[in-house]
């Protein structure tokens, strides 16, 4: 089974903290790993994917296979990292998601 | 291009009836994906189509049904509508199937009264 766990429903930080968002997956494959983030009054859009390796607005995420993990990090929050965000597992099916997690930023 | 388009924008429905939601994938998209978005959860995996065939299917009952149309829009139908299926409504496209990035639209709200 697919499973994906996003273990905070809410992340508060101070402007300029480090950023850690948590995501735990369980996938018996070999996975795709994503995160996707929705703004306020904004539709859901990829963030990263594991397979790019590529920092999007200073985040990046490695997956841990050895620990099933895909935590997302900032060095420094900016209040416009204040949205909502979805870890996702692509194994076969398209896309599996976390229940998400909440970042508030706080200035 | 104005990305993914979904319709119509709210839906209010009673238990017991049918619904009909629409999606425009972007053009030269031939993939259209649909997910059902609880209140407090993520999206949830119900149906992939792919050149006009159903590619994928999640963990909805038979009510839930969807078809792609040879310009590649789609539609998702659920009939003997419940209460536990007002929900946002999401579809999402891409250029083919398999890792190709998903683009989301902006969803349908059905509200089951």
């Known amino acids: 089974a697919q499973r994906v766990t996003q273990p905070e429903k809410l992340l508060s930080v101070f402007k300029g903290a480090p950023v850690e968002l948590k995501c735990n997956y369980s996938y018996s494959g070999s996975p795709e790993l994503f995160w996707y983030v929705q703004y306020s009054r904004q539709r859901l859009q990829l963030l990263l994917r594991?397979?790019s390796r590529e920092s999007i607005k200073g985040f990046t995420a490695d997956l841990n296979k050895g620990e099933t993990s895909f935590h997302l990090k900032k060095p420094f929050a900016q209040e416009e990292d204040s949205a909502m965000y979805y870890c996702a597992l692509k194994g076969n099916t398209p896309l599996v998601f976390g229940k998400g997690t909440r970042l508030s930023v706080i200035a | 291009d104005a990305g993914v388009t979904q319709s119509p924008t709210h839906l209010i429905k009673t238990r017991g009836q049918h619904v009909t939601l629409r999606c425009s994938p972007i053009?030269?998209?031939?993939?259209v994906s649909w997910y059902q978005q609880v209140l407090g959860q993520g999206p949830q995996f119900i149906f992939q189509?792919?050149?006009?065939?159903?590619?994928g299917r999640g963990n909805f009952p038979d009510r839930f049904s969807a078809r792609q149309f040879p310009n590649y829009s789609s539609e998702l139908n659920v009939n003997a509508l419940l209460l536990g299926d007002s929900a946002l409504y999401l579809c999402?496209?891409?250029?083919?199937?398999?890792?190709?990035?998903?683009?989301f639209g902006p969803g349908t709200r059905l509200t089951v009264l």
């Open positions: 053009s030269g998209h031939k993939s």
């Open positions: 189509y792919y050149e006009k065939e159903e590619r």
């Open positions: 594991h397979i």
């Open positions: 999402a496209s891409s250029l083919v199937r398999g890792t190709d990035t998903q683009y």
